[in-house]
């Protein structure tokens, strides 16, 4: 510990220098106040202090009332080193700030007694500080994350907003939520979910601008504040960081990944909002609506009136699109919460294969829908009706008494009974009448040998048609206790084997495109070309 000591005394001061040396003790010495004081002063001063009372320039008294004032952090302790023993002037000496005295010539003993009792001081105060600094750090910033925390985000909301309304300027909110989160817990587990969190709040202060503040919300949501920030600001901002989380890769050396995010956005002065937990609520329903339309998006709450406001124009004729779109969020919303009940449901029920068949399904749904520009909204159905169908199916072969009878079994009058099964469940729902139809035909073949209606072609809803092959590849890709995963090379000769006859050979030429160009399965080259070619003339004789 480093220890300053200041007389002007040059007998008595280097006694004192060799004395505290030979304790290990770091010393500063000065010959006066004056010189003791610009120490006191500078950046890291020592935290002990032995100061002679009488010296010029600046006495130790003078010294001590200044350090006081000054109620520095952490506390310095202060022995004052004096030639006086009246009790009158020892009570002066601490009443201007000293912690104790010593008395000159200074017994070393007396000496060593007392500053090691000053030091003990110090320390517990300087543990105190550091203590005290961590309750400060825990109390406004994310553990996991560090960035800001929820509590510090509700007061730091509250005051961005009453500034914006006192100075009349804008303020932009922007809510951020990672898409399909859950699934990967599920699916690597929750050490790999912190992973993605604390990398992915790194990569929103690093997209961020040096004036927006960043938030951890809860779980996997976050929010962005953007003072002195339009609509069309928070939109750059957003995008930007959309695209940047679109391309990163999540790797903590035994898995990978990417993980895309929703982000919705509201402005106080656009949206004339009168407090901040209103601007949380518009964006909220705006980060809502960027979910139900396929995630991976940027919404602005009441979207088209900010369109409309950007041409000078604002009409209340879009009152009724968005009655209806907000009765479109509750339909959504229950949609989503439906299907969270059914795989709560069925949470013990399901082992990591399903988990993992699962999410292998509606990552190729996702990819082929994309790949043929369907709209989002299409997307979704499509991968809710696989997540129906895998629920249903594990509910189905835990609930029926004549388990081997369900899906199983080599009778074809009861394999043929699983669709009308799962239709009968969905009709339940009646509200995922879309969705009904891929569980009611997914069993379909292309060349109209499959069931229960033997449709061929296009007669097939092509959702049935994309899930079958989904589920086709996911099926090959996950390891059963009943039989093993095929590698690469025999899942391509699977695909193009029954080409025309159980798939869409236009779907599975669409796979084979982004195995070459997305480089998705390790597929040798010659492998693939030799499938391709088969696939061709699969499409030559149907003419398709």
């Not at 629920?391 to 199983?408: A, T």
């Not at 891929?438 to 292309?446: D, K």
């Not at 890709?477 to 899942?491: C, G, N």
């Amino acid at each position: 510990m480093k220890v300053l000591i200041a007389d002007d005394e040059n007998i008595s001061r280097r006694k004192l220098e060799k004395f505290l040396g030979d304790l290990d003790y770091r010393v500063i010495s000065c010959k006066g106040g004056l010189e003791a004081w610009d120490v006191i002063q500078s950046e890291n001063a020592p935290s002990l202090l032995i100061l002679d009372w009488m010296m010029p320039g600046l006495d130790g008294m003078e010294i001590c009332r200044r350090v006081r004032e000054l109620a520095r952090e952490p506390y310095t302790y202060i022995l004052l080193l004096t030639s006086k023993g009246e009790q009158e002037d020892i009570i002066k000496g601490m009443e201007a700030g000293a912690d104790d005295y010593i008395t000159k010539p200074f017994n070393q003993n007396e000496l060593r007694v007392r500053l090691a009792a000053g030091r003990r001081i110090v320390e517990l105060n300087e543990d105190l500080l550091s203590m005290r600094n961590n309750l400060a750090r825990q109390a406004i910033y994310d553990e996991l994350t560090g960035i800001y925390n929820r509590h510090f985000m509700v007061e730091t909301l509250e005051e961005e907003f009453s500034r914006a309304l006192r100075y009349q300027t804008e303020l932009s909110c922007i809510l951020l939520d990672l898409d399909c989160f859950k699934e990967i817990n599920d699916t690597f587990g929750h050490a790999f979910g912190d992973l993605v969190l604390r990398e992915f709040s790194a990569c929103l202060k690093q997209e961020a601008r040096k004036t927006d503040i960043p938030f951890r919300y809860g779980g996997e949501e976050f929010m962005l504040l953007l003072p002195n920030t339009d609509v069309g600001g928070a939109l750059n901002v957003a995008e930007k960081i959309r695209s940047a989380c679109e391309t990163k890769k999540y790797d903590d050396g035994n898995n990978v990944t990417t993980v895309t995010v929703s982000l919705g956005i509201a402005s106080v002065k656009h949206h004339q909002l009168v407090d901040g937990k209103e601007l949380m609520a518009f964006a909220d329903k705006a980060l809502y609506r960027a979910k139900t339309e396929g995630r991976n998006r940027v919404e602005v709450y009441m979207k088209e009136r900010y369109e409309q406001f950007k041409d000078g124009e604002f009409s209340d004729d879009k009152d009724f699109k968005y009655l209806k779109e907000n009765l479109s969020l509750v339909l959504e919303k229950t949609k989503r919460a439906s299907i969270e009940s059914l795989k709560l449901l069925t949470r013990d029920m399901v082992d990591d294969e399903h988990k993992q068949h699962n999410h292998y399904v509606k990552q190729y749904i996702n990819l082929i829908g994309e790949k043929l520009a369907l709209p989002p909204s299409i997307i979704e159905t499509f991968k809710r009706a696989a997540t129906l169908h895998d629920n249903f199916k594990v509910l189905l072969r835990r609930n029926l008494k004549n388990k081997n009878k369900v899906l199983n079994t080599e009778e074809k009058i009861e394999i043929e009974d699983h669709p009308y099964m799962l239709s009968e469940l969905i009709g339940l729902f009646d509200f995922f009448s879309n969705e009904k139809s891929i569980l009611l035909y997914h069993h379909e073949n292309f060349d109209g040998t499959g069931y229960p209606g033997e449709l061929k072609e296009n007669e097939i809803p092509l959702g049935a048609r994309i899930f079958a092959i989904a589920d086709a590849i996911a099926a090959m890709l996950t390891e059963r206790s009943y039989r093993k995963k095929l590698s690469p090379e025999k899942i391509i000769e699977e695909l193009a084997d029954n080409a025309g006859k159980q798939f869409d050979p236009r779907l599975v030429s669409l796979f084979f495109d982004m195995i070459e160009k997305q480089k998705m399965l390790p597929v040798p080259v010659e492998v693939l070309t030799k499938a391709k070619e088969r696939l061709r003339e699969v499409r030559r004789k149907g003419n398709c």
